[in-house]
């Protein structure tokens, strides 16, 4: 078994009254990925909360491995207009120095846009500074909301392959939320289905069928729920130019 | 030059330089509302002040701090929306303000605390002044990266290891500070004023935040400057007529940005 990064144990939230989580139970190894789904509302956005430890659960226990480095990225970022901020300046707020930023910018495949302003980037590539952001803490847990959020199929795609990869370079654990109930990572190692309490769990193949998914998202949705895999004879590259197959992935 | 011209050009230059980049701040985080709530609570301490017979200087930075406070408390009230709870606290403290000010029976001029009176402002003044800009300035170049990084995401700021609660509220003694220091120089009515019109200004000119600190900070200096200008030559009220001189800039600034390509 990987080194344990984050465990919650039993974990209940309560917010105003409304139990948002109750007892959520997770598990978080290195090199590791665990997609979290679940309808909106269901209390997703709250378990990254407590994951990052910005959220104290009311009973229950998180564990964290000792020296742990979280990289977030969050789900929106919406700069007001009125503050100009370049992607570089943006990064350098994390506490980075120059060298690290290049690097971390050419790792999402970012590398020109240092001098851009952030208000003038596509929706892909603002995630992609937000996910060049966590990396810049030398994560040894990836926390992503909503990573491919405002982002076209093939941007997702590629996203996708560029979280699987990082997770291998860096030796990371990822922690990703998604609503999308029918279309999870292929690489994913677990999926946790939520709703206020933990559905059902397991390898992404196990879930689709799990009579509690079912349920909750009816038959229809379990059908169709879709792996991304390496199907095709070509890619996309993370700005939407074709790449023919050189047999990677 | 008149010694009382010395002292007003310098407490004005003074609250501008710091005025600028606070006003930065509060723009990027539109806070200008709040920053006129505070402004409007300072009346209210000047009439403690002169209740309790005190330097209203103190009473009124712990009033702003108080009202502050309240508003940190009462924020995310479900049948309470933010900009009605600011107004709210902005006039009823204003309101409280006047009638305490009536209730002292004193004979003070209601218009220097509304507008400023910085043709008044004596070497006593210029001192305190100076100090608290040399403090917020000081607290400013200290504190600008994790204030920048929490104006960006909060969120992400305390995940990175920021004590956000803390620094929002040294961004609140700052604005409190700038308050009590700025009623000498345009009034409670007008403070906002300084702070988010410059800001405005230098917004066009900027590609970075620091920048739009710097330009901010020299036009809030230049609107001072002018300011005092005006009002000498035709006997009008300084503060208002900084207040004039910033506005125009602004008109002027967006006229330039369109006739000169970036």
């Known amino acids: ?249 | 030059m008149a010694d009382f011209l010395l002292y007003a050009l310098a407490a004005g230059l003074v609250v501008a330089a710091v005025a600028g980049p606070l006003g930065t701040l509060v723009v990027w985080q539109r806070l200008a509302y709040f920053g006129d709530t505070l402004a409007h609570s300072a009346l209210l301490g000047t009439a403690l002040g002169l209740l309790l017979m005190v330097n209203p200087w103190w009473t009124v930075l712990a009033v702003a701090l108080l009202v502050g406070g309240i508003l940190a408390l009462l924020q995310n009230r479900p049948h309470l929306s933010a900009d009605s709870l600011l107004g709210i606290i902005s006039h009823s403290s204003l309101a409280i303000g006047l009638v305490a000010i009536s209730l002292t029976r004193l004979r003070v001029d209601l218009n220097s605390y509304l507008f400023g009176d910085l043709l008044a402002v004596g070497p006593a003044d210029l001192g305190l002044i100076g100090l608290v800009g040399a403090l917020i300035a000081g607290l400013l170049v200290r504190y600008w990266d994790p204030l920048l990084a929490i104006t960006v995401h909060a969120e992400l700021a305390a995940v990175e290891g920021l004590p956000v609660v803390r620094l929002r509220l040294l961004q609140l003694v700052m604005l409190a500070l700038l308050v009590a220091a700025a009623m000498k120089v345009v009034g409670v009515l007008l403070v906002t004023a300084l702070l988010i019109i410059p800001a405005n200004c230098a917004r066009p000119w900027s590609n970075t935040p620091e920048r739009m600190a710097l330009l901010s900070a020299l036009g809030g200096a230049a609107a001072v400057v002018c300011g005092i200008g005006l009002s000498l030559w035709l006997d009008t009220p300084t503060g208002a007529s900084v207040v004039l001189c910033a506005a125009l800039a602004f008109v002027a600034s967006l006229t330039l940005r369109r006739l000169v390509p970036a």
Not at chain 1, 138 to 162: F, I, K, N, S
Request: proline share 4%; charged share 20%; glycine share 10%.
């Open chain 1, 1 to 249: 078994m990987p080194e344990s990064l984050l465990s919650l144990d039993r974990v209940t939230v309560r917010l105003s009254n409304r139990t948002v989580l109750e007892q959520v139970s997770l598990e978080l190894r290195r090199g590791q990925i665990v997609t979290v789904i679940g309808p909106n509302g269901a209390g997703k956005s709250t378990l990254v909360k407590v994951a990052l430890g910005l959220v104290k659960p009311e009973t229950g226990t998180v564990h964290s491995a000792a020296g742990l480095r979280i990289g977030y990225m969050p789900q929106r970022l919406h700069i007001e207009p009125s503050l100009p901020l370049t992607v570089a300046r943006f990064l350098q707020l994390g506490g980075a120095g120059r060298s690290a930023i290049d690097a971390a910018l050419a790792e999402v495949d970012m590398a020109r846009f240092g001098g851009n302003a952030l208000q003038a980037l596509s929706g892909g590539e603002l995630q992609r500074v937000l996910l060049a952001r966590a990396l810049l803490r030398q994560p040894d847990l990836l926390v992503l909301d909503e990573p491919v959020q405002g982002v076209d199929l093939a941007g997702q795609t590629a996203m996708y392959e560029l979280i699987a990869d990082l997770r291998l370079r860096h030796h990371c654990g990822v922690l990703m939320v998604s609503h999308d109930l029918h279309w999870v990572m292929a690489k994913t190692d677990q999926v946790v289905c939520l709703n206020h309490h933990v559905c059902c769990q397991g390898h992404p193949e196990h879930v689709g069928n799990d009579p509690a998914y079912q349920t909750l998202f009816g038959t229809s949705y379990a059908r169709s729920l879709a792996l991304y895999q390496h199907h095709h004879n070509h890619a996309h590259d993370l700005h939407g130019h074709v790449v023919e197959d050189s047999g990677r992935g």
